[in-house]
Each structure stands twice: as structure tokens, then as C-alpha cells.
């Protein structure tokens, strides 16, 4: 996989283009190439069986994502120095995507297509991809600021260290300072049957949860030992902490899954309310 490129999906859209942008960008700090990748969705189409693939009709339906494709290394080319080839690939994007997650580094996505319905913050591509991508997956979202620091969500969660160990790495290429924020709303249960007290302490509860971010970093303090690391624990729900913060942040960093997954949920609902609100770009960490 050190070889493996950065995999950016594009359709010809204004928000195809910013997530050429941000992977320009990663391939440049992972001295990674670009693969540039468009779906052809008329090929999934039923229709499709009766075309002829090297017929007229065949390259009519090709144009336009070809012409997205270049399109999209033509603008590469003219910003960066990066390595970059592109192909257009038969079938739905969310389905091409998730194919190539299996051989890429890194997947980066717009927020929504250019086929996106107004009003709707996310698309059904970028929702599908962080739930089923097999790398991680970085989406398009509000304003990219390069001076920024890297924000990571931490829930002390063994599903959350991958989204961790993302994050500080992330920092590191960057030469960025990386903010761990924790939240907590009170005592939290450790399994099944466990009785939460009706009053508690909240200094109690607050020195309980400093404890389990600091736990949740020291590993890879060590492993990262330059990166400079802001520790937040805030009395507050994970969600709107973290979009709040989002907005003083260049990336942040989430586990796909939360501390708590539900059963059949691959996507916890910090991460669904994030897709939808963060102001910054996105990566998103599946578990391993």
C-alpha cells in the first residue's frame, strides 16, 4: 500500500473540483499520485446491455464523464506538480468508489454531486462511502483553512483509536497543532445492566473524563512525540462540540462509529450530524 494512490471521485461539478483541491494536497504531503475517477452511471443502467460498448451511442455517453475526468488532471496539472491519471469506470459512483477504497490510500469526495438536490448537506455518495469505504475517506465541507489546527474527536473507545492515530498523523504532515476533544454529558455506562447513579458529581465526572482522554492519547503522544496537542474536555454532546469547534479547525478527524455503535448502524450519529454541519473538510476512519 505505499504505493497505493490518492483516489478522488469527480462529476464534473464546481465540488468535484475543491476535492481535487484536497487531494492535490494529501498526495503532495504523502508523496502520493492522484487517481482521478468518474463513473459512467448510464453503464449500470438496464439499457446498457443492448449498446454496443465501442459503438456511437457508447461514446455519446461517455462524453461527459470524460470530459469531467479531464477536466479534473487538467486542473491538477496547471496547481501542482502531482502524478495524476484518470479513468471513467462503468457503473453508480457510490458502488465504482467503494471498489476503489479497496487499492487506495485515501478517498476524497465533494459533499455532494453535481447531481446534489439544493438544501441537502451531504449526498447519498459521500453518506454511502464513509459508511462502507475500506480506507478512510475525506469529504469537502465549508471552508478549508490552511492555518488551522487538526481537530479529532475522542471518545476513549478501542473503535475510536484508528480516527486517532489518523489524526495524529495527519498533524504531523501538516505541521499542524492537533486539539483532542472529548465530551461528556455525565456518567456514562459501562454495559449492559449497569445502574448510573441519579446524582452525581459533576468536578467528579469531569476528572473521570480528563482521565480518559489522556489515556486515549498517550500512545500515540509517544508515537508522535512533535506534534503539539491540545486537550479539550468540555461538558457538552459530542455533535455540537465538535461542529462548534470545527470552525477554528483546517480537518477534523472522526471514527465512523461512536462508543456505543448501534447494532446495524455503521455510521454513529456524531459523525451523520458532522457530514452535515462541519465547517471544515472532513475525514472520516473506519474501523479496521
Not at 496547471?78 to 502524478?83: E, I, P
Not at 469506470?89 to 471498489?99: F, K, S
Not at 449526498?123 to 479529532?152: F, K, M, Q, W, Y
Not at 503539539?228 to 471514527?255: F, K, N, T
Request: with cysteine; hydrophobic share 45%; charged share 20%.
Amino acid at each position: 500500500m505505499m504505493t497505493a494512490a490518492i483516489v478522488v471521485g469527480v462529476d464534473g461539478s464546481a465540488v468535484g473540483l475543491r476535492a481535487v483541491d484536497l487531494a492535490v494536497r494529501e498526495a503532495r504531503l504523502r508523496d502520493r499520485p492522484i487517481r482521478v475517477v468518474c463513473a459512467n452511471t448510464w453503464a449500470s443502467h438496464p439499457a446498457w446491455v443492448d449498446v454496443v460498448p465501442t459503438g456511437p451511442l457508447a461514446e455519446r455517453l461517455n462524453i461527459e464523464p470524460q470530459r469531467a475526468v479531464q477536466e479534473a488532471l487538467d486542473h491538477v496539472a496547471a496547481h501542482s506538480q502531482v502524478r495524476a491519471t484518470g479513468e471513467v469506470l462503468p457503473g453508480h459512483p457510490t458502488t465504482v468508489l467503494i471498489e476503489e477504497s479497496r487499492h487506495a490510500a485515501l478517498v476524497v469526495v465533494g459533499h455532494r454531486g453535481g447531481g446534489g438536490i439544493p438544501g441537502l448537506a451531504v449526498g447519498s455518495v459521500a453518506r454511502n462511502l464513509v459508511t462502507h469505504a475500506a480506507c478512510p475517506v475525506l469529504v469537502t465541507r465549508g471552508i478549508t483553512e490552511p492555518s488551522g489546527d487538526v481537530l479529532v474527536g475522542v471518545d476513549g473507545s478501542p473503535h475510536n483509536e484508528p480516527a486517532v492515530d489518523f489524526a495524529f498523523e495527519e498533524a504531523a504532515l501538516r505541521g499542524a497543532e492537533l486539539v483532542a476533544l472529548h465530551a461528556w454529558t455525565g456518567p456514562v455506562t459501562a454495559g449492559p445492566g449497569d445502574m448510573l447513579p441519579l446524582v452525581f458529581d459533576p468536578a467528579v465526572v469531569a476528572a473521570d473524563e480528563t482521565r480518559v482522554l489522556a489515556e486515549a492519547l498517550a500512545g500515540w503522544r509517544t508515537k508522535y512525540p512533535d506534534v503539539v496537542v491540545h486537550r479539550r474536555v468540555v461538558r457538552s454532546r459530542p455533535g455540537p462540540a465538535l461542529v462548534e469547534a470545527s470552525g477554528r479547525a483546517q480537518l477534523i478527524v472522526l471514527g465512523a462509529r461512536g462508543h456505543q455503535p448501534a447494532a446495524g448502524f455503521l455510521v454513529g450519529s456524531v459523525t451523520h450530524l458532522l457530514l452535515h454541519q462541519t465547517r471544515c473538510p472532513i475525514a472520516v476512519i473506519r474501523p479496521g
